[in-house]
């Protein structure tokens, strides 16, 4: 943290993914995709075969971070009140007492989020949304970093429930995990040489530790709360030119003119790329926004907003493909 209060956003998310990287190998990308999603303060979809690090994507971030994280496993029988919570009464005082549910957290992994059926999904997106739960008319506000990480497997669908277009239109970014390369999975298979258990290997990490002697906001390899909330701050500094913010909104309303799309990005689309665009420039250590930022972020930001004609999914068409193309056709400013 800087005399004036303000902090080096970029140096610290590097050396925060640098450290995280010993722990989540070959997933660089990804991992700063959900840092910018932590910065910008929305949530995340991460759509991956099983095994590919998705939930200790999650975990790492949070420990380094020094923020509670909980997991819920998403299954056909999990009610609303599993996620959010319930009055219960209270025989000793004869009153109900509200039990919070998981979301009172800061990081929450949604395990197969498309394994939990409709009403439970639209609790928890509603929540996503609100960032606060209201039972028998009481509002219980969130943590102010409360953030949503979602799982999906892409292969696997039976006895899942898809999420709607207006559901996943909440999430800011979708994530494709891929698997990673043949050095990467060896590298994976030396960091599990040697070790006892099967567990993660967040021990790698050590302590996160504030140094006293630095004040208040610093961890040694990892970001405070502190400075997470003022790197959010940092953002009303970064600024887009107007053919910018026209360029964001030329690339929304394309995808709404494609001949292969049935439904195009929405209003909030162009909102979350406008202001992913801005997290991509912070963390560039400018206070600008270019159309390189947009373009880095456009995929992540849309991929999952757009519905295609059902013979476009029967060409074998994807998301990723309209968009490249509507980026090839959207003229660049200069």
Same mark, same amino acid.
């Given at each position: 943290m800087q005399a004036d209060g303000t902090v080096q956003v970029a140096e610290l998310v590097n050396g925060l993914l640098n450290r995280a990287e010993r722990v989540v190998v070959g997933q660089r990308e990804s991992l700063e995709m959900v840092m910018l999603a932590l910065l910008c303060g929305g949530h995340v979809l991460l759509e991956g075969v099983p095994g590919t690090a998705k939930t200790l994507m999650a975990r790492t971030l949070a420990r380094l971070l020094a923020l509670d994280?909980?997991?819920?496993? !998403? %299954?056909?029988?999990l009610m609303p009140s599993d996620i959010v919570g319930t009055n219960v009464f209270n025989m000793q005082s004869s009153q109900f007492e509200?039990?919070?549910?998981?979301?009172?957290t800061d990081i929450l992994v949604a395990d197969e989020i498309n394994r939990t059926p409709p009403k439970t999904q639209s609790a928890l997106l509603e929540v996503m949304e609100e960032k606060t739960v209201t039972i028998d008319g009481i509002s219980h506000p969130l943590s102010e970093? !409360? %953030?949503?990480?979602?799982t999906q497997n892409p292969i696997e669908y039976e006895g899942t429930y898809r999420l709607p277009e207006a559901q996943l239109d909440r999430f800011l970014l979708k994530l494709q995990i891929e698997y990673p390369s043949p050095d990467e999975e060896?590298?994976?298979?030396?960091?599990y040489q040697g070790r006892g258990t099967l567990g993660p290997p967040l021990d790698i990490l050590g302590p996160v530790q504030t140094d006293a002697g630095a004040g208040q906001g !610093?961890?040694?390899?990892g970001i405070t709360r502190d400075e997470l909330l003022l790197a959010r701050q940092a953002l009303a500094r970064v600024t887009a030119k107007p053919e910018v913010m026209s360029y964001v909104g030329r690339i929304v309303?394309?995808?709404?003119?494609?001949?292969?799309v049935l439904m195009g990005a929405s209003s909030r689309a162009a909102v979350h790329l406008l202001q992913a665009s801005k997290v991509r420039a912070l963390l560039s250590d400018r206070t600008f926004v270019s159309p390189d930022d947009v373009k880095r972020v456009c995929r992540p930001v849309l991929r999952h907003r757009l519905t295609l004609q059902p013979d476009a999914y029967v060409e074998g068409f994807t998301t990723d493909d309209v968009l490249t193309t509507v980026l090839e056709r959207v003229e660049v400013p200069r």
């Amino acid at each position: 943290m800087q005399a004036d209060g303000t902090v080096q956003v970029a140096e610290l998310v590097n050396g925060l993914l640098n450290r995280a990287e010993r722990v989540v190998v070959g997933q660089r990308e990804s991992l700063e995709m959900v840092m910018l999603a932590l910065l910008c303060g929305g949530h995340v979809l991460l759509e991956g075969v099983p095994g590919t690090a998705k939930t200790l994507m999650a975990r790492t971030l949070a420990r380094l971070l020094a923020l509670d994280c909980k997991r819920v496993q !998403f %299954t056909p029988d999990l009610m609303p009140s599993d996620i959010v919570g319930t009055n219960v009464f209270n025989m000793q005082s004869s009153q109900f007492e509200f039990r919070p549910g998981p979301v009172f957290t800061d990081i929450l992994v949604a395990d197969e989020i498309n394994r939990t059926p409709p009403k439970t999904q639209s609790a928890l997106l509603e929540v996503m949304e609100e960032k606060t739960v209201t039972i028998d008319g009481i509002s219980h506000p969130l943590s102010e970093l !409360f %953030t949503v990480i979602a799982t999906q497997n892409p292969i696997e669908y039976e006895g899942t429930y898809r999420l709607p277009e207006a559901q996943l239109d909440r999430f800011l970014l979708k994530l494709q995990i891929e698997y990673p390369s043949p050095d990467e999975e060896d590298r994976i298979l030396r960091l599990y040489q040697g070790r006892g258990t099967l567990g993660p290997p967040l021990d790698i990490l050590g302590p996160v530790q504030t140094d006293a002697g630095a004040g208040q906001g !610093f961890v040694r390899g990892g970001i405070t709360r502190d400075e997470l909330l003022l790197a959010r701050q940092a953002l009303a500094r970064v600024t887009a030119k107007p053919e910018v913010m026209s360029y964001v909104g030329r690339i929304v309303r394309m995808t709404r003119e494609m001949d292969k799309v049935l439904m195009g990005a929405s209003s909030r689309a162009a909102v979350h790329l406008l202001q992913a665009s801005k997290v991509r420039a912070l963390l560039s250590d400018r206070t600008f926004v270019s159309p390189d930022d947009v373009k880095r972020v456009c995929r992540p930001v849309l991929r999952h907003r757009l519905t295609l004609q059902p013979d476009a999914y029967v060409e074998g068409f994807t998301t990723d493909d309209v968009l490249t193309t509507v980026l090839e056709r959207v003229e660049v400013p200069r």
